[in-house]
Every structure is written in C-alpha cells, then in structure tokens.
C-alpha cells in the first residue's frame, strides 16, 4: 500500500529556516511527479514546488529564490528546504505524488504544519 510521510514541519521566526522531508513507501518515487503543496486556513491547497518526471524544477512565484526541492531517489524521498521564512509562508504542507506518462495514480500525504511567527 502507497504512503507518504511527511516530516520537519514546526515554529519558526520570520527570517528562519525548516527543511522538509517526504519518505515514499509502496511506490517508486521517481516515476511520479514528486511536489510539495501548501494550505493555509481559509484558503485552497496551492502548488508550492515540483519536479516532473523530466525536466527542472518548477516553484510557485512566491517562494522563488527562498525554497528548493531536492530529491533522493535511493532513499525514495523528496524535500524541501525552506528559506528567509515569511509568516504568510504559514500552513500545512502537503508531500504529493502526481501522475505522469508512467502512472495515472496520485498520492498524499498526511501533511505538516509550518508556523511562521514575525
């Protein structure tokens, strides 16, 4: 059975840094696009940072230059380190793996919270 886990969420202050870390059981990581997605309260899960199956990373515009996703295909993980931490930066983050010409299944993980006081 596919599972994500997600772990590094936590507190920190603005200016700060967290890494995140997403362990895959039950699949092959890296035939699947492996992103990182974040919620905040009241709003909609939005794309944060993916790598697709061929090609460079994609970010979203607001964590340009502060995250980077990274992977490790012998420990089936992907990660992400996060930067100069923003309070609007504040939300649960979501390890995904998504569909490519490979694999028409999606997978979630649990999420971790990220805080970021000021």
């Known amino acids: 059975q596919a599972q994500l886990v997600e772990s590094g969420g936590g507190s920190v202050r603005a200016g700060g840094s967290l890494r995140l870390s997403c362990s895959a059981s039950?699949?092959?990581?890296?035939?699947?696009?492996r992103g990182w997605y974040r919620q905040a309260p009241g709003k909609q899960r939005e794309l944060v940072a993916s790598?697709?199956?061929?090609?460079?990373?994609n970010y979203a515009n607001f964590v340009k230059g502060r995250f980077t996703i990274s992977t490790d295909n012998a420990k089936n993980a992907v990660y992400l380190q996060m930067d100069a931490l923003e309070p609007e930066d504040t939300a649960v983050y979501y390890c995904?793996?998504?569909?490519?010409?490979?694999?028409?299944?999606?997978?979630w993980g649990q999420g971790t919270q990220v805080t970021v006081s000021a």
């Open positions: 790598i697709p199956l061929f090609g460079t990373p």
């Open positions: 039950g699949i092959t990581f890296s035939i699947y696009t």
């Open positions: 995904n793996a998504g569909r490519t010409a490979y694999t028409t299944n999606t997978y």
